[in-house]
């Protein structure tokens, strides 16, 4: 979807008074469903709320109407329709995404972070550096809290991590900062091409404020491309290959902050992290948006040094008999996948497989070579076995919690068992989280 579909910005905002009294439609009634109903039931509209599966409209709390059934409803009696992200819908003038109802409330200017991998990692580090700057900060979007609760509150920067679903209609939501971290193929499922997910991801960049600055990734192709397209002035480039004229880099084995040309802040790698340290760019990227922002370098240089990572991230959950069981759940596509299977240390037992997102597994074949065998699971696992076949010993099992008891069989003590799905979870689980919990809750039932 390109700029020319959608209005552009600097097209007049309406106010919350036309939202007073008027018939609006919440498609989904999810977390950012319900924010949405509970603001606009603050604002005086009529509220009705749809959603496919009736058991979540039976206990809403507010005095809403409701649909169901699972085809959407007429858009034509409802003068704004609120789109929540897990909600497909066609263009259509009256289609507001949850967070451009919430860009109406805000009070503080935004940050915006999204790519395909490493959004919240990111959003929370930035986050960090303003809260250790003294700054009151709120961080939400498609990580936490959704935007539409945060509207109300007071704070200096509201830093807010968004999905490709959440941007792909959005015109309301002005950011004072952007930051593009990366694409690769995810959700083609909903988008059908990268082209597609990556035109509703540079939504975030032609949507800055006039004067805004944009943060992008110059080793990724697309963000690159989007910045040397829109030839933002107050663009920053941050890259772990090349050193920028004005951005942040990697100099040998330090991270190094340089927004105008000359080097601030320098940050050796062995003083961060594991979790940081097998993703450079993401932390050079949180240290130019955080600048940016007003955030100070001691603060910057405290939160990388004592980041711990966030669950589902490449964690470590146990050591059993000799054997390091991983859970980076979070990786639900092929790229996150092959990340995390390089920056694994020592002989790999991978568990992989869930849902597919129409997504091509083929570019695990290599990677899949750093793996002594591969145990695949779920819906997905055929065609991961027929990708990886060749490259590395393959198992197949129905479950994730017989692939953890395949691997303790198979793993020898300095072995590293890593649950990297490269699949979304909803085979079998209700998101990635509850994959990870229960990977932790069956490796940690195994006998020492």
Sequence with gaps: MMMSQLRKPGAPLPSREDFNGRACLVLGAARSGLAAAERLATWGAQVTVYDRNPERL??????????????????????????????P?????????????????LRAPSIGVTGTNGKSTTTVLIGAMLKGSGM???????????LCVLGDRSADWVVVELSSFQLEHARWLHPRVAVLLNLADDHLDRHHTLAAYGAAKERLAELLEPEGILVFNLDDAWAAGVAARLERRGALGFSTRNRPARGAYLEGDELVLAPAGNALLRIPLENVGPSLRAHPG?????????????????????????FQGLPHRA??????????????????????????????????????????????????????????????????????????????EVV?????????????????????????????????????????????????ALPC
């Design 58 to 87: 039976l206990n809403l709390e507010g005095d809403y109407a409701t649909l169901t059934g699972p085809e959407l409803p007429s858009f034509e009696a409802y003068r704004w329709v609120i789109q929540s992200p897990g909600v």
């Design 89 to 105: 819908v066609p263009t259509h003038s009256s289609v507001v995404p949850e967070v451009d109802l919430a860009a109406l409330a």
């Design 136 to 146: 009151p900060v709120e961080v939400g979007g498609n990580l936490g809290t959704p």
């Design 282 to 306: 993401n932390v050079l990227a949180s240290m130019l948006a955080a600048d940016a922002a007003g955030a100070s370098h001691e603060a910057i240089r405290e939160v990388v040094e004592s």
């Design 315 to 392: 964690q470590v959950v146990d050591v059993k008999a000799g054997v390091t069981y991983v859970d980076d759940s979070k990786a639900t596509n092929p790229h996150a996948a092959i990340a995390s299977l390089a920056s694994a240390k020592g002989p790999i037992v991978w568990l992989a497989g869930g849902a597919n997102k129409g997504l091509d597994f083929k570019e695990l074949a290599i990677a899949a070579e750093r793996a002594r065998v591969a145990i695949v699971y779920g819906q997905c696992a055929p065609e991961l076995a027929a990708a990886l076949q060749g490259h590395t």
């Design 396 to 444: 197949r099992t129905q479950t994730l919690e017989q692939a953890v008891h395949e691997a303790a069989r198979r793993a020898h003590p300095g072995d590293v068992v890593l649950l990297s799905p490269a699949c979304a979870s909803f085979d079998q689980f209700t998101n990635f989280e509850a994959r990870g919990d229960h990977f932790a809750a069956v490796v940690r």
